[in-house]
């Protein structure tokens, strides 16, 4: 679920980075090192590292005040409210603070990443 949130929200970040109306060059590169660094968390979770759940909590929180900073910039520079363009990252930081929820509380996940005993392999 935590996946498909985050490529939800890596879809609409990725519209807002390449839309001709935003002419900050640094959200594609933050939309990218997003992706990186998602996918290579979610690998570090997969081969069950405890530290990248906490990593991955704490880069989403700053790629969302990130994508909001770049928001209100290209807002700021513009005559019109860019309607499109703004809903565009809401949804992303929506589905962004979706996930955290299943990726802070989830018990599941938890004891998943959590220290193997002697009887698990």
């Not at 990186?36 to 880069?59: D, E």
């Not at 290209?74 to 703004?86: A, D, F, G, H, T």
Request: glycine share 8%; proline share 3%.
């Amino acid at each position: 679920m935590i996946l498909l949130l985050a490529s939800g929200a890596h879809y609409f970040f990725l519209k807002f980075s390449f839309d001709r109306l935003n002419t900050y060059d640094i959200s594609k590169g933050l939309t990218i090192g997003c992706i990186i660094w998602t996918t290579v968390l979610f690998g570090a979770m997969w081969m069950r590292y405890a530290w990248s759940r906490y990593v991955m909590i704490t880069m989403i929180c700053f790629s969302m005040a990130g994508f909001c900073l770049l928001a209100m910039l290209v807002r700021s520079e513009s005559v019109n409210p860019l309607p499109q363009l703004m809903k565009l990252v809401v949804f992303g930081v929506g589905l962004y603070a979706v996930a955290l929820i299943p990726l802070s509380a989830s018990s599941s996940l938890r004891h998943f990443l959590g220290p193997k005993t002697a009887g698990e392999r």
